[in-house]
């Protein structure tokens, strides 16, 4: 797959994981399209090949609003990666309303309206790629407190795999990237005596997945940093 000229959109692309898979690809000539809430260009970018907008997961008109500036600015899309996450640790059973809907919207109901807004674009490029990012906590519930975060997790893997179907004919390939602990802001604080995963490593793993060819269609990637039952 040659490279160079290729547009990607990244969401939750300001810091950790996000930041890390939109570096990679700006490293391999990629234009990188960063979603962000409070937009800001990175130290490491230029203004040629990377745009900024913003971006909220729990702000519908933004999905397609990118989307479009995105078209505008490159002229194309071939890949998008639904990074943006939240974590509320509570159980099914305490956990709010409201913050229940907020982790479906932005783990479930945004990527898929983002998704649909580049539909068009991802299946005209011939070789549309979507990653989502996903949790082991797509895979597991690990315990009662996070209980209400794999459920919405479980939703983004079902997610994918529902994306990859719609999209096979067409050239596009799906795959729900599922990591533990990542070395993140999110998680800094909760483990601090754990060799965590660092971002970067989810950055490889995603270009992997975007460049490999049509007839490499992985579904699942689990990453972990330590040794589970099954992962």
């Given at each position: 797959?040659?490279?160079?000229?290729?547009?990607?959109?990244?969401?939750?692309?300001?810091?950790?994981?996000?930041?890390?898979?939109?570096?990679?690809?700006?490293?391999?000539?990629?234009?990188?399209?960063?979603?962000?809430?409070?937009?800001?260009?990175?130290?490491?970018?230029?203004?040629?090949?990377?745009?900024?907008?913003?971006?909220?997961?729990?702000?519908?008109?933004?999905?397609?609003?990118?989307?479009?500036?995105?078209?505008?600015?490159?002229?194309?899309?071939?890949?998008?990666?639904?990074?943006?996450?939240?974590?509320?640790?509570?159980s099914?059973?305490?956990?709010?309303?409201?913050?229940?809907?907020?982790?479906?919207?932005v783990?479930?109901?945004?990527?898929?309206?983002?998704?649909?807004?580049?539909?068009?674009?991802?299946?005209?490029?011939?070789?549309?790629?979507?990653?989502?990012?996903?949790?082991?906590?797509?895979?597991?519930?690990?315990?009662?407190?996070?209980?209400?975060?794999a459920?919405?997790?479980?939703?983004?893997?079902?997610?994918?795999?529902?994306?990859?179907?719609?999209?096979?004919?067409?050239?596009?390939?799906?795959?729900?990237?599922?990591?533990?602990?990542?070395?993140?802001?999110?998680?800094?604080?909760?483990?601090?005596?754990?060799?965590?995963?660092?971002?970067?490593?989810?950055?490889?793993?995603?270009?992997f997945?975007?460049?490999?060819?049509?007839?490499?269609?992985?579904?699942?990637?689990?990453?972990?940093?330590?040794?589970?039952?099954?992962?």
């Open positions: 797959m040659v490279e160079s000229g290729r547009v990607i959109m990244v969401s939750g692309a300001a810091r950790g994981m996000g930041a890390a898979i939109a570096r990679k690809f700006y490293d391999e000539g990629w234009c990188v399209s960063l979603g962000m809430r409070t937009p800001h260009m990175p130290a490491w970018a230029d203004g040629e090949r990377v745009l900024v907008s913003r971006y909220d997961a729990l702000d519908a008109a933004t999905e397609a609003a990118w989307v479009k500036e995105t078209q505008a600015r490159f002229g194309r899309i071939d890949a998008v990666v639904a990074n943006a996450g939240i974590g509320t640790w509570k099914v059973i305490d956990i709010s309303e409201r913050d229940m809907d907020d982790m479906l919207e783990h479930i109901k945004s990527p898929r309206r983002l998704v649909a807004a580049a539909w068009d674009q991802l299946v005209a490029c011939g070789q549309g790629r979507v990653i989502v990012i996903g949790s082991l906590s797509s895979k597991r519930v690990y315990d009662a407190d996070s209980g209400a975060y459920v919405s997790k479980f939703g983004s893997l079902a997610l994918a795999h529902a994306i990859r179907h719609a999209g096979f004919d067409h050239g596009i390939r799906s795959t729900v990237i599922c990591p533990g602990f990542v070395k993140t802001d999110m998680v800094a604080g909760m483990m601090p005596d754990l060799k965590m995963t660092p971002p970067e490593e989810i950055g490889r793993i995603a270009h997945l975007v460049t490999s060819p049509n007839e490499v269609s992985i579904s699942e990637v689990p990453v972990n940093c330590r040794a589970e039952e099954s992962f």
